[in-house]
């Protein structure tokens, strides 16, 4: 006998018994949420995003250009939401509709 003994668990969408790494790693693809930029390009973590428009930051009293350059940007996980660093401005959070991947 080999020291490998997986627990199975049994998944209710499939009806199946799956071993448990392999059901957890089913449920994280399903948790994962696709980020697309105003023209639809698939973003990750680290692109660099121009802005598509002028846009006002609340609270910094600044405003964003049209084509400002957002040099690394981090997901969420909300479809809309992305956490971007410009100077002077804490916890800039940008819609990607807003965006365009470089």
């Not at 990750?44 to 428009?53: C, E, R």
């Not at 981090?74 to 991947?101: N, S």
């Amino acid at each position: 006998m080999s020291g490998d003994s997986e627990d199975y668990i049994y998944d209710e969408d499939s009806g199946e018994w799956l071993p448990a790494s392999e059901l957890a790693a089913k449920r994280a693809a399903e948790d994962t949420v696709e980020v697309r930029d105003a023209v639809g390009n698939l973003l990750a973590d680290g692109d660099a995003v121009t802005l598509i428009k002028d846009l006002d930051v609340k609270g910094a009293g600044q405003t964003l250009k049209r084509g400002t350059l957002i040099p690394s940007i981090r997901l969420t996980g909300d479809a809309q939401e992305i956490d971007c660093k410009y100077p002077g401005i804490k916890g800039l959070v940008l819609r990607a509709e807003f965006v365009r991947k470089r």
